[in-house]
């Protein structure tokens, strides 16, 4: 077990429990720091001095509430969710919705909607520990109530008739920004009054439920309809009604299908024998190279992310596509009782041109993950970034887009997305596709990380580093990134720190300290380019006290992921969530929602390896 979760699980047990809905949920507080060092007190100043002001009403906006969630959260929320509805067990063979969704959907969720044995008890477990509540998983059966429906109880309405297997998919990527605001209100229990998404109107997709009955089901399907006062019509001889706002009830073959009538009529074809995604040759292959104990997983088809503009790949499909690219992805959730671990799989990868990235097996990577520092509680490790700069910030901004909406900040305040946008200025710049970009900057980068360390404020360090082969190309990018900054509204001022060989400080709108940009060398005179909050933090890039090379933590990574994978991204949830209390930020959007969620987890650890052949594996474990 991993010993900060030991630890934690050791102190909650000393507190007094809180009472959630019927369950005791512990506190946890941030581990001592590892190595302590002379307080800074330029951080925590400035960070204060910026901080809003505490809220008695958190709250946030709907906006800001559809744009919070992650693709974490996605799965590790909705797929579970929707995975476990009932423990009664359903009769009948079981179908797969893959079978009847269209070879072109450019995303799909399946699940395992009835599990049964190690699966359940682990699902169970897992979503206890997020939700806090004895049964995590009826929530999303108001996915189910359509326009004009009471509601629903699972146990009379739905379990008489539904099958092992479930299925939804959205006929474009553009539409995959509801997913978010559906799960979350699944999650925290908001209100889905009117909130099913498919119509002629809204998002082009359906639902696609397996089902054990099919009387039962049509039964059911029936009465949605009769609620949503629709009305007869036919498609290739399969009876179906529709409503006025193009929402569809169909039972196709046994597949019960509500969605918007273009998507439950290419599910007819599809059922008929068109193209189906079953069938394809990207879905096949990954599904058989996918974990066996999967609960749910996502499909994004790279022809259809493809066919986004740029400019439409926001949220949830900017993010599919960063990180699929032009290669088939399937993303696989597995619960157990103590952890989620998520399965990144690409197809092809391996063998393209585009080796390296945030979900690729490398073990310049790993080295680079090793070389921070020994106390850090948030590392990422990333290789060839001379190659992969410009797509690893891009994916980064992808991430970090589902966490940064939300309503303005004021001014002269501070918040998640202003930290977020501030930090990811000068990536931008070092990651430009310009070829002076690449001169000046990508030449002579090879492996980097970013990390964060100190369990306090007044402690806190964090710095991305960025090994140089050429030193004086890397001592002169200084200066010209210096002068990027500037030049989008920068404050530039000479700064002197011990060790280096060139340094300035920058001051970036939304950053309420300094960002230190300097070139030096470590202790084996490798050069090297950092960028950090204060000269501590540079200090600790440049000369940690210890490496993650021999810490334990790194070790309970690499035993978490298994299968040989060696960690590469660390993050201790109790940490980040103590920090960001520190500063006032606990409670604002988007973090104020997820809180009890994030409070759950204890950490979270990734890797990759190549599973095989065409395949490579980028997997996640949160720890709970």
Request: proline share 7%; net charge neutral.
């Amino acid at each position: 077990m991993h010993p900060l979760i030991t630890k934690r699980r050791l102190q909650n047990a000393r507190r007094a429990p809180k009472s959630a809905g019927g369950c005791t949920i512990a506190s946890p507080t941030a581990p001592a720091s590892a190595n302590r060092r002379e307080p800074n007190a330029a951080l925590p100043q400035a960070f204060l001095a910026a901080a809003p002001a505490p809220r008695s009403d958190t709250r946030a906006g709907a906006t800001g509430r559809r744009a919070a969630f992650s693709v974490a959260a996605l799965l590790a929320g909705g797929a579970l969710l929707l995975g476990g509805c009932g423990s009664s067990r359903p009769s009948g063979t079981s179908a797969d919705p893959a079978t009847a969704v269209p070879a072109a959907a450019a995303l799909y969720v399946g699940a395992t909607v009835r599990p049964s044995g190690v699966l359940e008890k682990s699902a169970l477990a897992a979503g206890r520990a997020l939700t806090h509540e004895r049964n995590p998983y009826l929530r999303l059966l108001a996915l189910l109530e359509t326009p004009g429906s009471p509601k629903l109880s699972f146990a009379s309405d739905v379990a008489p008739w539904l099958g092992p297997h479930a299925g939804a998919f959205l006929s474009s990527p553009g539409s995959a920004g509801v997913l978010p605001s559906l799960l979350e209100q699944g999650l925290l229990g908001k209100s889905t009054s009117g909130a099913f998404p498919f119509s002629v109107s809204g998002v082009q997709g359906a639902i696609v439920l397996d089902t054990s009955d099919s009387a039962k089901a049509k039964s059911f399907l029936e009465s949605q309809a009769a609620h949503a006062h629709a009305h007869a019509t036919s498609y290739r001889g399969i009876r179906y009604r529709t409503s006025s706002g193009g929402i569809a009830f169909a039972l196709v073959h046994r597949f019960a299908v509500i969605g918007s009538e273009a998507a439950v009529r290419s599910v007819i074809e599809a059922a008929g024998g068109a193209a189906a995604l079953a069938r394809t040759s990207g879905y096949v292959k990954l599904l058989a190279a996918g974990p066996a104990n999967a609960i749910a997983h996502v499909y994004a088809n790279p022809s259809s992310l493809a066919a986004t503009p740029a400019s439409a790949g926001e949220g949830l499909s900017g993010l599919a596509q960063a990180l699929a690219g032009a290669h088939a992805a399937n993303v696989s959730l597995v619960p157990s009782t103590s952890s989620l671990a998520l399965d990144v799989d690409r197809l092809g990868a391996a063998a393209s041109a585009e080796a390296g990235g945030l979900l690729s097996p490398d073990g310049e990577a790993v080295h680079a993950f090793e070389e921070l520092p020994g106390e850090s509680w948030l590392a990422i490790g990333l290789g060839h970034l001379g190659a992969t700069i410009s797509r690893d910030a891009h994916e980064l901004e992808a991430l970090s887009s589902l966490g940064s909406s939300g309503p303005p900040a004021p001014a002269a305040g501070l918040s998640v997305g202003s930290l977020l946008q501030a930090l990811l200025t000068p990536l931008r710049a070092l990651g430009s596709d310009s070829p002076q970009a690449k001169r000046d900057f990508a030449s002579w980068m090879g492996s980097g990380g970013m990390f964060a360390s100190g369990s306090s404020l007044v402690e806190l360090r964090a710095a991305a580093v960025i090994s140089s082969t050429n030193p004086a190309l890397s001592r002169a990018a200084v200066a010209e990134l210096a002068e990027q900054l500037r030049k989008q509204g920068g404050t530039i001022s000479p700064a002197s720190i011990p060790g280096t060989e060139a340094a300035v400080a920058a001051g970036l709108s939304g950053l309420p300290v300094k960002l230190d940009i300097a070139a030096g060398r470590d202790a084996a005179g490798q050069a090297k380019f950092v960028l950090g909050l204060a000269e501590t933090s540079v200090e600790a890039a440049l000369h940690p006290s210890s490496t993650l090379s021999s810490a334990a933590q790194r070790s309970a990574a690499a035993a978490s992921l298994g299968e040989g994978i060696q960690p590469s991204v660390l993050v201790d949830f109790p940490t980040l969530l103590s920090l960001l209390e520190g500063v006032g930020l606990l409670e604002e959007p988007p973090v104020g929602q997820f809180v009890p969620y994030l409070r759950a987890a204890t950490t979270l650890v990734a890797g990759a390896r190549h599973v095989g052949g065409e395949v490579e594996r980028f997997r996640l474990v949160l720890g709970l």
